[in-house]
C-alpha cells in the first residue's frame, strides 16, 4: 500500500493520457479523391480529350489507356473505387491496374479489378484487395464508345491504421519501464519535467496530420517504408530493399545504415501508419537526445545542474532543429544524440576513470550507426584530442583500455563495416559525389543570425546570404561563450577543472564554427590528393556546426552557472536564457511550418513510400545516366533482337524467364528489370552461373549461353563472409552485455561486504 501511494500519481497520468489517446479523433481508413482537371494522362492523348466544367470528354476508339500516368502506392488491404463515367454505349470498361507487374508474356500490369462502364448513368463501383504489403495502382480505361469522366474516388476498409492503440500501448510501457527505474533509483522532478518539456516543444511541427517536408525527408520516408516491408519478407539484418525504385531494387542499406530505424518500422509493420511513425520517431529522437545530453553533462560536468542546462541548451539547439527539420537529416540528427556520449567517453578513455571504457564503444557505435560522415568528422575532433593528451598513454592500464575499447567497437559493428568496405570497391555514384566544400560553407553573419529567415529553402550551399537557408547556431550560444570570456578575467576563478572544460570547448567550439566559414581553406586542403580523400566525402563544410552547438552549449552552461553567484541570480539568470531560447526555437518551428510544403498529407501519405535517391545505385564506371529515363522505363525483361523470351517472372529478388533464339548469335543478352548487383546472380537451367554486367539505364544484363532455348533463373547470394561479420558482432555484444552484468554484480557484492563490514 506504501508503494501504491508512491506510484499512484503516475499510474493516474499513465491512465489519463491513455483515455485521452483512444477517445481523440483518429482516421483509420484512407480516402482520395481524383478530379478531372487534375489527372495528368498520357501526353500524346493530351489534344483528343476535352475538358469543360470540370468534366472530361473521351472520344470513342482511343483504346486502352491510364486515366492518371502516376501510380498510387496502397497498404496491404481491401479499397473500393467509384468511377465517376457514363457511356451512351456498350462496351467501353474501367480497370484498377498494377502497372509494374511482370506477366509471363512479358507484359507489364496486372488487372486487380475491372467493371463494365453502364449507360444508365449510375457510378461504378470496383472492389479489390491489396495482397502484397504494399502495390502500385493505376486507373486504367478501355475506350469504345464516346465518354464522360468526371471523377475517381477511392476508399480503404476501416481498420487500415492502428495509431490510437499502438500509441496507447508503447505508453504503457514505457510507463512500466519507468516504475522500474524508479525503485532503484531516485527521480528529480526538476530535471525530468524541464527535460521533457525541451523534448516536446521541440517536436512541435509533429502536431500535424501531415508531414512538412525537408530537403532529406524522401530518402529517410522511404527507407523507413521499405525496411517496415522487408520485415516480414528477408532475414535480417535487411541489407538491400527488393521493391524500391519501382521493383529494380536498391542497396542503400549496406552504406547508410537503417539500425536505428528498425522498431519504428516493426511498428509500421504493426499497424501505425507512415506518417504517425515518423511523429514517435522525431519524438523518441528528442526524447533520446534530451537524456542522453543529461547524462553524459551530468558526469562530464560533475554536476546535474551544470548538465540539466547544458541538456536544456543542447536539445533546444538551434542548428539542431535545423537539422531535423528544414534539412530533414535524420541520420546526422540521430548522431548528433550520442556526439555528449563520445565527449564523456572520450574523457575516460584519457583523463577520466578508464574502467568505463565502454562508453566511448556505446557513442562510436551509436554515431556509426546513424551517420559515417558525422563519425569521420566526430574523429577527427577525437585525434586532436588524443594527439594533445598523448602523455597520458603512460599511465598504467590506459592504453590497454583504449585499444579495448577501439577493437570492440569495430567487431561490435563488423555486421556493418564488411558489406560498407566491400561496396567501396565498386563504382556506386555516391564515391564520385565530390565536392568543393568551400562552395558550400557559412558566411560567419549566418552563425548567430536571429531572423531565421527561409527556413523551407532547398539550399544547402552558399548561394546569397538572402536567399540562403538558415545556418544558425543560435544567439544564446554566443552570449554564453562572451559571458565565459568574462569569467576568464575575473580575479577569483571558479572551479579550475570546469574552466580549463569550459576553455577546451571554447576553443573546439570556435575552431568548428571557422571549419565550417567561408575564411577556412577548404580549396587548398582539397588540392592536396590525399587530404582530401577525407575531405571529399564531408559533403558540406556546414556539417561542423552541430560540434559547434555541442561544445558551445557546454561553454554557456558553465558561464550561466557561474556568472553570478547566488542561486536566485543564477536562476533568474538560467530563467532568461531559457524564455529566450523557447522564443526563437519556437519561431523558427513556426516558420518551418506556415512556410515548408507538404510532403504528404493523411490520405497521400503512401505516395512517397517508395522515394529515393540515386547515390547508392553501381555506376558503368561513372557513365552519366538519365535519372529520368530510368524512373518511367517498363518493367518488362529486355532482350537483343534474335531473342524470344517467355515464362517471365519477377519477385523480389528473384526472377527468371525461358528463351529462345531466333539466330545463332554469341553474344545474345537479356536485360533484367532489376538494377545491376553484382550479387545478383544468374544460372541456367543446368546451374551454370552466367556473366552479368550493365545494360541499358544500368539494368542487370545477362549473357545467355550458346544455347538456342533454356531457362535462366536470377537470385541474390550474398558473400559468406557477411553472415561470419554477423556472428562476430553478436557474439561481441553478447559478451559485452555478460562482462557488463558480471561487473555490476561483482560491485554490488563488494559494496554489500563493505556495508556490513562498517556495521
Not at 500516368?69 to 456498350?90: I, M, P, Q, R
Not at 577525407?534 to 558540406?540: G, S
Request: net charge neutral.
Amino acid at each position: 500500500m506504501k508503494y501504491f501511494s508512491k506510484i499512484k500519481g503516475q499510474c493516474l497520468i499513465t491512465a489519463l493520457l491513455v483515455l485521452i489517446l483512444l477517445i481523440m479523433p483518429f482516421q483509420d481508413y484512407t480516402e482520395q479523391t481524383f478530379l478531372s482537371d487534375t489527372l495528368e494522362y498520357p501526353d500524346d492523348l493530351a489534344g483528343t480529350f476535352h475538358a469543360d466544367g470540370g468534366v472530361l470528354d473521351i472520344p470513342a476508339g482511343l483504346g486502352t489507356f491510364t486515366l492518371n500516368t502516376d501510380s498510387h502506392y496502397l497498404k496491404h488491404g481491401t479499397y473500393e473505387v467509384t468511377f465517376n463515367v457514363t457511356s451512351d454505349t456498350e462496351g467501353s470498361s474501367v480497370d484498377v491496374f498494377d502497372p509494374y507487374y511482370v506477366n509471363e508474356d512479358n507484359t507489364c500490369g496486372k488487372v486487380l479489378a475491372s467493371a463494365p462502364i453502364s449507360t444508365d448513368g449510375e457510378n461504378i463501383h470496383v472492389t479489390f484487395t491489396v495482397e502484397d504489403y504494399v502495390e502500385a495502382v493505376q486507373f486504367r480505361v478501355n475506350s469504345v464508345a464516346p465518354l464522360t469522366f468526371d471523377s475517381i474516388y477511392l476508399l480503404s476498409q476501416r481498420g487500415l491504421y492502428k495509431d490510437p492503440y499502438i500509441y496507447a500501448g508503447l505508453l504503457l510501457l514505457a510507463s512500466v519501464l519507468f516504475l522500474v527505474y524508479r525503485r532503484k533509483h531516485k527521480v528529480r522532478p526538476e530535471p525530468l519535467l524541464l527535460l521533457l518539456f525541451a523534448a516536446l516543444w521541440t517536436t512541435l511541427p509533429m502536431c500535424f496530420p501531415w508531414l512538412p517536408s525537408g530537403h532529406d525527408m524522401y530518402f529517410h520516408y522511404g527507407r523507413l517504408f521499405n525496411l517496415s516491408e522487408g520485415l516480414g519478407e528477408t532475414l535480417l539484418p535487411i541489407r538491400y530493399h527488393a521493391r524500391m525504385f519501382r521493383g529494380f531494387g536498391y542497396g542503400a542499406p549496406m552504406l547508410y545504415s537503417e539500425f536505428f530505424l528498425y522498431p519504428f518500422a516493426l511498428l509500421c509493420r504493426m499497424g501505425l501508419s507512415p506518417i504517425g511513425c515518423w511523429h514517435l520517431m522525431i519524438l523518441t529522437v528528442n526524447l533520446a537526445t534530451a537524456a542522453v545530453s543529461y547524462y553524459a553533462f551530468s558526469h562530464l560536468c560533475r554536476s546535474r545542474r551544470i548538465g540539466l542546462i547544458a541538456s536544456f541548451l543542447y536539445t533546444m539547439s538551434m542548428y539542431r532543429l535545423i537539422n531535423l527539420y528544414t534539412r530533414a537529416a535524420l541520420g546526422e540528427v540521430l548522431a548528433t544524440i550520442f556526439l555528449p556520449l563520445l565527449v564523456i567517453g572520450m574523457y575516460h578513455l584519457f583523463l577520466g576513470n578508464t574502467k568505463k571504457w565502454w562508453i566511448a564503444v556505446l557513442a562510436f557505435t551509436g554515431m556509426f550507426q546513424s551517420h559515417v560522415i558525422s563519425t569521420e568528422i566526430a574523429l577527427g575532433f577525437c585525434v586532436l584530442f588524443a594527439l594533445w593528451n598523448i602523455r597520458k598513454l603512460k599511465e598504467k592500464g590506459r592504453l590497454p583500455r583504449i585499444l579495448m575499447a577501439g577493437a570492440s567497437t569495430i567487431l561490435l559493428n563488423l555486421w556493418f563495416i564488411l558489406p560498407f568496405l566491400d561496396h567501396m570497391r565498386y563504382a556506386m555514384f555516391v564515391l564520385g559525389d565530390e565536392r568543393n566544400l568551400y562552395a558550400y560553407s557559412v558566411y560567419p553573419a549566418q552563425f548567430f543570425d536571429m531572423s531565421l529567415n527561409n527556413p523551407a529553402m532547398d539550399s544547402l550551399g552558399r548561394t546569397s546570404f538572402a536567399n540562403s537557408m538558415p545556418f544558425s547556431v543560435g544567439l544564446i550560444l554566443l552570449a554564453g561563450s562572451l559571458l565565459f570570456l568574462l569569467l576568464c578575467f575575473r580575479k577569483e576563478q571558479p572551479d579550475r577543472f570546469h574552466m580549463n572544460l569550459g576553455k577546451w570547448c571554447l576553443g573546439l567550439g570556435i575552431l568548428s564554427l571557422y571549419a565550417s566559414s567561408v575564411y577556412f581553406p577548404w580549396e587548398a586542403i582539397q588540392r592536396v590528393a590525399i587530404l582530401n580523400l577525407f575531405a571529399e566525402k564531408i559533403q558540406f563544410a556546414s556539417r561542423f556546426l552541430p560540434f559547434a552547438s555541442l561544445f558551445l552549449g557546454i561553454t554557456s552552461s558553465l558561464a550561466i552557472y557561474y556568472f553570478f553567484r547566488s542561486r536566485e541570480q543564477k536562476q533568474l539568470l538560467f530563467l532568461i536564457c531559457g524564455i529566450f531560447l523557447v522564443y526563437t526555437s519556437g519561431k523558427y518551428m513556426s516558420d518551418y511550418s506556415n512556410s515548408a510544403e507538404n510532403f504528404v498529407g493523411w490520405d497521400t501519405q503512401m505516395e512517397h513510400s517508395q522515394d529515393t535517391d540515386t547515390l547508392y545505385l553501381i555506376s558503368d564506371n561513372h557513365a552519366y545516366v538519365s535519372v529520368r529515363r530510368m524512373l518511367v522505363q517498363d518493367t518488362n525483361f529486355q532482350s537483343s533482337g534474335d531473342v524470344e523470351l517467355s515464362g517471365c517472372y519477377r519477385d523480389g529478388t528473384d526472377a527468371g524467364f525461358t528463351y529462345h533464339k531466333t539466330e545463332g548469335s554469341s553474344d545474345s543478352y537479356v536485360d533484367v528489370p532489376f538494377n545491376f548487383y553484382p550479387y545478383l546472380h544468374a544460372y541456367d537451367e543446368n546451374g551454370n552461373q552466367l556473366t552479368t554486367s550493365h545494360g541499358e539505364l544500368l539494368r542487370l544484363r545477362v549473357a545467355l549461353p550458346a544455347s538456342s532455348d533454356g531457362a535462366v533463373t536470377i537470385r541474390m547470394e550474398m558473400p559468406s563472409f557477411y553472415r561470419v561479420g554477423d556472428l562476430i558482432s553478436l557474439l561481441t555484444l553478447l559478451s559485452l552485455m555478460g562482462g557488463f552484468v558480471f561487473v555490476r554484480n561483482v560491485h554490488g557484492k563488494n559494496v554489500k561486504k563493505k556495508e556490513e563490514n562498517g556495521h
